[in-house]
C-alpha cells in the first residue's frame, strides 16, 4: 500500500484517497473535484522518486478501466490542461504546467504498466 509513502508530503493523504477512487471501481466524471486535486498536488518529485509506489494503482487501474474508463478520463483531463497552457504561452503558466507535468508522469507510468503487463484490449474496451 501507499502508507509508506513519505509521511513528510503535506498531500499524502489527499493523494491517497483520490488515486484510490481513481483507479478504484466506480467512474469519475469530468467535472469531479477530484481532477482538481490531483493535478494540484505536489507529490511528483516524491512519486519520481519511487515510481515502484505506484504501483498498486497500475494493478487497480488496470483491473477497473474497462468498467469505469476513468484512465481515459485522466488523458482528457491532462489533454485540456495541455490545451490551457498552449494558449498561455505568453503569461506566467507554472500552476498549469505543474499540473500538466504531474498528468503526463501518471500516464505515462500507467502506460508502462498496461503495456508489460496487460493484454491491452481488455484494458481499454
Not at 2 to 12: A, V
Not at 28 to 54: C, H, Y
Request: aromatic share 10%.
Amino acid at each position: 500500500r501507499m502508507d509508506y509513502l513519505h509521511s513528510n508530503i503535506p498531500d499524502y493523504s489527499v493523494f491517497v484517497n483520490v488515486m484510490t477512487e481513481i483507479t478504484g471501481k466506480h467512474r469519475i466524471s469530468s467535472e469531479d473535484p477530484r481532477w482538481i486535486q490531483l493535478f494540484g498536488m505536489t507529490v511528483l518529485p516524491d512519486l519520481m522518486a519511487k515510481p515502484d509506489l505506484l504501483n498498486e494503482y497500475c494493478v487497480r487501474l488496470a483491473l477497473n478501466n474497462p468498467i469505469t474508463k476513468n484512465f481515459n478520463q485522466l488523458l482528457e483531463q491532462i489533454n485540456i490542461r495541455m490545451k490551457v497552457l498552449l494558449k498561455r504561452r505568453s503569461t506566467n503558466n507554472t500552476a498549469i504546467s505543474q499540473e500538466c507535468c504531474i498528468g503526463l508522469y501518471l500516464s505515462t507510468v500507467f502506460f508502462q504498466y498496461i503495456l508489460s503487463n496487460c493484454d491491452i484490449r481488455e484494458v481499454f474496451l
